[in-house]
C-alpha cells in the first residue's frame, strides 16, 4: 500500500496530534505544508534514479516522501530524537530511505558518504534547512568538499540574497563570495511564511547552489584567500586599504598602497565592489608580498 502524503496542513496536524509532538523553536522547526514548493524544490534538485539525496532535517519526512519518489537513495539525518519514530512510521515502506538521527555539524559527512552512497556518482543536498545553523552547516558542506552535484535549500531570504549576490550592491558580502568560489547560484523562488507551521517570522527562498568541478578563481592558499576576503569586509564603512591594514599592521601603509597600486585596485575602494578575480588577484599577491606576516 502506498503511503498517504504527509505535505497538507491537515495531514500534518493529525500526525503531530497524534503523536503528541510540541515544535521547538530552538531547533528550527517551521514544517513546510505546501506541496507546490514541495515540488519547485525536488525538480530544481534534477534528481533520478541513478542519483542519491541528502536531507537535513527531515521533520516529519514531507520532503522525504518526494525525494523518494525520484532519487535512488536518500538518506535523511533529524536530530530530534522524538522525530524519529515518526519519520520510521512516515517512511516505513520506503526501502531506499534512511533515517539518522544525529547533527549534521558533528556527523561525519566523508564516512557518510562512504556508507551510504556507495556506487552513486551523483548525490545532491535538499532540505528545508533550520534557519539558526544555515550558514554553519552549508559551510561545513562546502568546506568539506563533499563530491556534491547540486544543493538545493529552503533558507531565510535575506540569506539567500546574500549569498547569490553580486558585487556593488549591499547584500554583497564575505558570504556571497565564500559561496561563489564554490558554486553557481540561482534562486530558484521566493516562499512566503505563510507555508509552515509553525509561521516564522521571517519570509524564505529556495536557493540551488551548483558545485563547480574547480573553483571559481585559482588561488594557492585559499585558507589565505578567505582571510583577506574576512578582513575587507571588517568594517563595511571602511576603505579596501583601512580594512586590509589589520592583516599587515598600520605600519605597512605605503607599501600596501604600493602593492594595490600595482595589482591596479583603487585602495580607496571598499571591499563591497571587488569581484572574486580581484580578490584572487589581491590575495595572490599579499602572500607573495609577505606583507601579511
Ligand atoms: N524537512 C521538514 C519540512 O520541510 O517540513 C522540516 C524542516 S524544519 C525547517 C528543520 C528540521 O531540521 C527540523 O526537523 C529540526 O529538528 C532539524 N534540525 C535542526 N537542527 C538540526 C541539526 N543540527 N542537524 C540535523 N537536523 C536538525
Redo the contacts with the bound molecule.
Sequence with gaps: MKQIEVSTPKRTKEIIARHGFSF?KS??????IDSNILNRIVDAAELSKDKAAL??????G???QRLAQEAGKVTA????QR?IPILSEILAEEEHVDVVH????QLDLAKLFQDKFAGFSKVSVV???????TTP?LMKLLEEKLPLEHIVV?IQKEVAQRMAAKPGGKDYGSLSIAVQYYCTTEIVCMVPHTV?IPQPNVDSAVIKLSLRQQPAVAVDDEAFFFRVVQSAFAQRRKTLINNLLQLTGKEKRPQLTELLEQIEIDPGRRGETLSLDEYAKLSQALKASGLAG
Design positions: 521547538k531547533l528550527g522547526q517551521n514544517f513546510l536531507e537535513i532535517g527531515p521533520g516529519i514531507a520532503l522525504t539525518v533529524e536530530i530530534d522525530l544525529g547533527d549534521v555539524l532540505a528545508n534547512l533550520p534557519y539558526y545553523v552547516i529552503m509552515f
